[in-house]
């Protein structure tokens, strides 16, 4: 059975980088077939994709984010991690980190595994 | 950006009764479409990719239908467990990917 555990500091002040990890047990990042995610929902909102990355370290990014998201990955941990720079209170949230297996053709499908979430405060 | 649109925002179902949740895409997501349930303080959970396929150990009572923009989860006798909000997710956007939610449902007790 796959979990996902997301760790990372639950306040971060206004300018500075928010920074969470996700450790995966159960399977090996490094086995390919999946892409592992960020998603995050703001309190009593909807969901938003933040981004994927593939165990080869390729990555996609939502655009509307891009400019601020780093996602990483490290095989030798079974861990994919999220850096978001420059955060506001409008990033305040819970992330979850996911798995999405990968279709025929290469692209994202539907995210199977999900972490329990962690809550992120922005504010000083 | 695909915009995922839900209807109705809140829906109020006795027990035992069929609850029909609808998904709208502004543009054909073709059956790149996933439904997710999330109960309060929990992670969403996959039920239905593809449009219509269950997810691993999802209950039969749970089916989802359609394709290009107009989709639909039906609970078919609803248990007090499937009481919570259910997102739908296009991942047709590819490439690059730009995966889209609804604003979701809410299915409360009547």
């Known amino acids: 059975q796959v979990q996902l555990q997301e760790s990372g500091p639950g306040l971060v002040k206004p300018s500075q980088t928010l920074s969470l990890t996700c450790t995966v047990s159960g399977g090996s990042i490094s086995s390919g077939g999946y892409y592992w995610s960020w998603i995050r929902q703001h309190p009593g909102k909807g969901l938003e994709w933040i981004g994927y990355i593939y165990y080869s370290g390729s990555t996609y990014y939502n655009p509307s984010l891009k400019s601020r998201v780093t996602i990483s990955v490290d095989t030798s941990k079974n861990q994919f991690s999220l850096k978001l720079s420059s955060v506001t209170a409008a990033d305040t949230a819970v992330y979850y980190c996911?798995?999405?297996?990968?279709?025929?053709?290469?692209?994202?499908?539907?995210?199977?595994?999900w972490g329990q979430g962690t809550l992120v405060t922005v504010s000083s | 950006e695909i915009v995922m649109t839900q209807s109705p925002a809140t829906l109020s179902v006795s027990p035992g009764e069929r609850a029909t949740l609808s998904c709208r895409a502004s543009?054909?997501?073709?059956?790149?479409l996933a439904w997710y349930q999330q109960k309060p303080g929990q992670a969403p959970r996959l039920l239905i990719y593809g449009a219509s396929t269950r997810a691993t150990g999802i209950p039969a009572r749970f089916s989802g239908s359609g394709s290009g923009t107009e989709f639909t989860l039906t609970i078919s006798s609803l248990q007090s467990e499937d009481f919570a909000v259910y997102y739908c997710?296009?991942?047709?956007?590819?490439?690059?990917?730009?995966?889209?939610f609804g604003q979701g449902t809410k299915l409360e007790i009547k």
């Open positions: 996911a798995r999405a297996q990968i279709s025929e053709l290469g692209t994202a499908m539907a995210s199977d595994y």
């Open positions: 543009q054909s997501v073709s059956s790149n």
């Open positions: 997710q296009q991942y047709n956007n590819w490439p690059p990917p730009m995966y889209t």
